[in-house]
């Protein structure tokens, strides 16, 4: 009587579980043929058989990207509609600063996901795999993903977003002509990846970190122009009015309006001293304004004793040259500003270019109510063809600089200065036996000589030289 119950129950478990039972075999038996296939494909030989299996990986890859990118465009859309709506909210719902942290954590987010969808592969292209399980792949058949995008090359986000093109909302041209507007950055920015992505990694909105020495290390070696940034400039803590125009050409500014935390001196006084080891040197007396400033270009300092000549013109012989020709120029030098107050007295605009080397000449300058041009020897000067009566350079163009380089220099300074213009060379000096090859490359102008003076530089054992010459620029004929 027993048997029977067996067999109800094998009855029961043939009717029941069968269909189970099959399908069990039956996946099994596909597992050992996808295992086998896969296995056979690990060779380094590119088989009938890899390459079919690796046209099933694509299909299967393009399938996942697809589902990918709807995803990431769902999640943007949502976002999208949270700012909009944000947008539309009263601002007595909530305060106004947290309304603007948050829209731009959102914006941050939508810049992120828009990077992530970019990278995504498109449909015609060759699809990623997935599969965690498909980790080799033949090198042959790898799909290149060099890109030629600047953006793609940097990881901090705010790069990112600043280099990319901004084409204009509307979609049509502005009103200078272009689609877009191509944000531009200095080509060696790409070589100094590390120091560029740690001057770029900020908050949004917040105080700028205190890293003004290592933009001018970035400019100075070539990132120049810098990316624009979103966040505050770091200012003095205790800013004061500056002295009134009348007093503050020669008077020392207020100590409180310069951040001194990166330079040796903590104080205007330290940097008019004659103490030694200030943090610069190329002018050592140039924030003594009494002593060593106020006189310059009003009288001959510095006349050699031998020959009695002096490398130093005066500003009023200058500009008689060109009698009341002389309006707005361009001082190309190392120092607090000097050139330009004297200028002034003559009824002269110069704009004083430089940077802060060691201690803080553009704060100098403009806290004497005079106009600072923070720009490298490195770019083109941002003037317009033909436009200035006056370019002067002193203490800057030296035996330092190669003949290649000042060439290209000259040229720039000739194409800004209009025909008529007066170049100043001021004391440039090198060595005696350089300065016929110097002087070779200045006269490559075939500018017209009205001062041209080479006279002993005492101080090296009469082994350097000054040069200084005023050259007027000659009319050039458009021709055909």
């Known amino acids: 009587m027993r048997k029977p119950n067996v067999l109800m129950k094998l009855g029961s478990f043939g009717g029941v579980h069968t269909s189970i039972f099959i399908l069990g075999t039956f996946a099994l038996l596909i597992s050992i043929a996808t295992l086998s296939k896969f296995y056979s494909n690990r060779s380094l030989l590119v088989t009938d058989a890899f390459c079919n299996y690796n046209v099933d990986l694509k299909s299967e890859g393009r399938n996942g ?52 969808q970019e990278s995504l592969p498109s449909n015609e292209g060759i699809g990623y795999w997935h599969n965690s399980e498909i980790k080799a792949v033949h090198p042959l058949l790898k799909p290149k993903q060099q890109s030629d995008e600047p953006a793609d090359y940097f990881l901090i986000e705010e790069i990112r977003k600043y280099v990319k093109v901004k084409p204009n909302r509307l979609g049509k041209q502005n009103f200078m002509g272009a689609n877009g507007t191509f944000t531009s950055i200095g080509h060696a920015c790409f070589s100094m990846k590390k120091e560029l992505e740690e001057y770029m990694d900020y908050d949004v909105g917040e105080i700028c970190n205190d890293d003004w020495k290592l933009a001018q290390k970035l400019m100075v070696h070539g990132c120049d122009p810098l990316p624009r940034r979103r966040c505050f400039s770091r200012a003095p803590q205790l800013y004061s009015r500056p002295f009134y125009i009348n007093e503050s050409m020669w008077k020392l500014p207020d100590n409180r309006n310069v951040r001194w935390s990166q330079y040796r001196c903590k104080n205007f006084t330290c940097l008019a001293s004659n103490a030694t080891r200030k943090g610069f040197f190329k002018c050592a007396g140039c924030f003594n304004l009494t002593d060593h400033e106020m006189p310059r270009w009003i009288k001959h300092v510095d006349i050699d004793p031998i020959t009695n000549l002096t490398a130093d013109f005066l500003i009023p012989e200058v500009l008689d040259i060109k009698p009341g020709e002389i309006r707005i120029g361009l001082d190309f030098s190392i120092g607090t500003g000097t050139f330009a107050a004297r200028m002034r007295e003559f009824n002269v605009t110069v704009v004083s270019a430089i940077i802060n080397l060691g201690a803080p000449f553009n704060e100098m300058i403009a806290l004497r109510g005079l106009v600072p041009f923070y720009i490298t020897i490195n770019q083109r000067v941002p003037f317009f063809d033909n436009t200035l009566d006056l370019i002067h350079t002193t203490r800057f163009l030296d035996g330092w600089i190669d003949f290649v380089l000042l060439d290209f220099i000259l040229y720039d300074w000739d194409r800004v200065l209009r025909p008529g213009g007066l170049l100043w060379i001021d004391s440039f000096f090198c060595a005696e036996e350089d300065m016929n090859d110097y002087l070779e490359v200045f006269k490559m102008l075939k500018y017209k000589k009205h001062k041209w003076v080479v006279v002993p530089k005492r101080d090296k054992d009469d082994r350097e030289v000054f040069f200084s010459a005023v050259l007027e620029k000659p009319p050039r004929p458009f021709r055909r």
């Open 65 to 116: 990207s697809q589902v990918i990118r709807t995803t990431v465009e769902i999640v943007m859309e949502k976002i999208r509609k949270e700012m909009r709506d944000l947008r539309d909210l009263p601002m007595d719902s909530s305060s106004p600063a947290s309304l603007l942290r948050h829209s731009a954590f959102l914006a941050d987010i939508l810049g992120l996901l828009e990077s992530v």
